[in-house]
């Protein structure tokens, strides 16, 4: 459920963090005696696995005499939590929000639950999540809703990355459809995003969460609450300049834009850019978005409100009529892009793109697999180095692949080989790695560059989201691996588990305390806490921070002992340095991404775009054949960051 206050949002860490609170465990009033009837519900349950239900969390509903199972745990949000419950009366399973009292003891804050009632119990639409009951108890006050098993959008774009122009035309069809018809109840959603867009079993999109709705008592009333989530949040909602239904337009455009590019438009690493960039209507659209999606997006993100189309001239819009509208798509989209057999013009990325990867098959015929990875397309594995020049500097040069001799810094003995890491890699020292750099930097040609080829397939560690929460307890990160952790201020850290069951902690001597993330021990009950926050944060609101993508399940990988060492800021940067010696460096005003990285006995260097395409070089080869002027200079920036951590900060590995 949203809240007034606006909370950060944005895919490449942000600063703030919402206050530390102990959330009680949550507990279910049970009534009087039952009698048979949750037994014989039981087994007379047809096509439902009550196994996955507590037969001890039962909730009845004394209005109609109506008893529940609890299931499982569906979301969080600032005042509920969402759980399967299993009506045992019609063996039918329902989303139920189960809030409780003490989080709702204000007046304003119980005005605010019976609003978000009143306003969606009525709704009956196709794309819009069903109303089903309200009612409470002693404890907890409970809303039963339509359960929508996929999920949301925000949790296949997780997957996907990007979706093909089809799908967006088969969603956002359907979410204007739903939007359409909420209008038409007089009322604003205030809250369109992805993550309120959930999906069911035949993969229609469902309009959820009216925590923030209102409506509109008389024609022309302007509403002046700043509510909403940033990265969709209208400028005149911003400026309080006063917002009706235009302000929902808005979002379908950045909602359009995210789906497409993987991003929502105004996305930065600030909230203060981010609102920046709102209030002056700046963005950008890539180039392989079709002409037909860009002119719509435009549309939609009009910075005077009054200037955008209607709902009714949007389904009217090219981008719908003139392209294929699939009329329905398979589940096996949430994680892999479809299929479809289509006629006539295609409006394609160009072959320079390195976005989802794409084949081409017959005429009519596209098949888009899963964006594992971001780099070049027409290379499918790591082309051989075999009898590759090597220039006379490169024998006192030969710590860039850590060997002792210039034979053996030949890269035949990698060419057609597996991208796998050391099997038992020994992190680098950042010394090291600032000699190897400027030596790198001292050598490699300035004016010539002969466009050096990029490394196929590498597997790279870096933290793909990070949250700043420093000026209270501590530096949040999630590793492309998708593990996650806090660097606290007192130096001590600690590590989740990539399934979320057990934890790593170490203390500010580096002493290790592993444990099971349900039965902390007293004295860490805390910092596990905030690190489940830290988690639960990144998890629903951060979006991966780049399209280099990492094996989660490769052995190659080590999880348990790497994390975030050291960390800080500057007017152009912030510098993160992991425990097995990689430096990474995300710039602010184009987001940009610096790795400098050690691995099969190599050193490398990834450059992730404003684009978020990736690519990574081998410093060899970089030596030899020079680079792009961009890498070269943010190549430099980070030389610089590095020799501060190693003079100032004393960095050792």
């Known amino acids: 459920m949203s809240v007034d206050v606006l909370p950060a949002k944005v895919s490449q860490g942000h600063t703030g963090y919402p206050k530390y609170t102990q959330l009680p465990a949550m507990r279910e009033s049970r009534p009087g005696p039952v009698g048979p009837v949750a037994p014989t519900k039981r087994r007379d349950a047809k096509g439902v696995n009550i196994t996955n239900f507590d037969p001890n969390c039962i909730i009845y509903n004394s209005n109609t005499d109506t008893t529940y199972l609890r299931g499982k745990l569906l979301g969080k949000g600032g005042f509920a939590r969402c759980y399967e419950m299993l009506d045992l009366n019609s063996n039918k399973i329902y989303a139920g929000k189960i809030i409780h009292k003490h989080r709702i003891s204000k007046p304003h804050q119980r005005q605010k639950i019976m609003r978000e009632v009143e ?5 009956s639409h196709k794309n819009v999540v069903a109303f089903h009951s309200f009612f409470e108890d002693d404890e907890n006050v409970y809303i039963v809703l ?26 956002m069809g359907q979410l204007v459809e739903g939007t359409q018809y909420i209008h038409n109840h007089n009322i604003i959603h205030r809250d369109l995003k992805l993550g309120n867009m959930l999906l069911n079993d035949d993969m229609n999109v469902k309009v959820a969460d009216f925590g923030l709705a209102t409506r509109v008592e008389f024609e022309g009333e302007k509403k002046m609450t700043v509510c909403g989530t940033p990265n969709y949040i209208a400028p005149e909602v911003l400026q309080k300049r006063g917002h009706s239904y235009e302000a929902d337009i808005w979002a379908l455009g950045c909602v359009m834009y995210a789906l497409l590019v993987g991003h929502p438009p105004f996305e930065t690493a600030t909230l203060k850019e981010t609102y920046i960039r709102i209030t002056e209507n700046r963005f950008s659209i890539p180039d392989w978005v079709s002409p037909t999606a860009r002119n719509l997006i435009t549309k939609c993100l ?35 892009a479809p299929r479809f057999q289509t006629s006539g013009h295609r409006y394609s990325r160009p072959k320079s793109y390195a976005g989802p990867d794409q084949q081409r098959l017959d005429p009519g015929v596209e098949r888009i697999t899963s964006p594992i990875r971001d780099l070049e397309l027409n290379s499918r594995s790591e082309r051989s180095s075999k009898g590759r020049h090597t220039p006379d500097f490169f024998i006192p040069v030969s710590r860039l692949s850590g060997r002792t001799s210039g034979s053996e810094a030949t890269r035949s003995d990698r060419s057609d080989s597996p991208p796998m890491r050391e099997s038992s890699p020994k992190p680098r020292s950042a010394a090291n790695l600032l000699d190897v750099l400027t030596t790198c930097l001292e050598h490699m040609p300035k004016d010539v560059i002969k466009n050096p080829e990029p490394v ?30 806090v660097l606290f201020n007192d130096t001590s850290r600690i590590i989740l588990s990539l399934d979320g069951k057990s934890v790593q902690y170490y203390d500010m001597t580096g002493r290790l305390n592993a444990f099971n993330a349900d039965n902390p021990p007293d004295d860490l009950e805390k910092k596990t806490t905030l690190l489940m926050y ?26 348990g002992s790497l994390c975030l060492k050291k960390w800080f ?7 993160l340095y992991l425990s097995d010696g990689t430096l990474q460096v995300n710039f602010f005003d184009d987001h940009t991404k610096i790795i400098l990285s050690y691995m099969r006995n190599d050193y490398f260097v990834t450059y992730i775009d404003e684009e978020r395409r990736a690519t990574t070089y081998s410093m060899v080869h970089l030596i030899q054949d020079g680079c792009q002027r961009d890498i070269l200079d943010r190549m430099t920036f980070s030389r610089s960051m590095l020799k501060n951590l190693v003079d100032i900060e004393g960095v050792d590995i």
């Open 302 to 336: 009009t910075h005077e409100p009054e200037l955008r189309p209607s709902l009714e001239t949007i389904l009217r819009d090219e981008f719908f009529t003139s392209g294929h509208h699939p009329n329905n798509l398979p589940p096996s989209c949430c994680t892999t």
């Open 534 to 559: 830290f988690a639960k944060y990144m998890d629903e609101h951060l979006i991966q921070g780049g399209n280099l993508e990492c094996s989660k399940d490769s052995d190659d990988i080590s999880v």
């Open 119 to 123: 306003l969606q119990r009525y709704l």
């Open 569 to 575: 800021r500057t007017a152009k940067a912030i510098v």
């Open 456 to 485: 196929a397939d590498m597997t790279i560690l870096w933290v793909s989201k990070w949250v700043d929460y420093s000026n209270k307890y501590g530096f949040g990160f999630q590793l492309s691996n998708d593990s996650m952790g």
């Open 146 to 171: 339509e359960n929508c098993n996929r999920k949301s959008l925000v949790y296949m774009l997780k997957h996907r990355k990007t979706l093909t122009e089809p799908e967006v035309r088969y969603f």
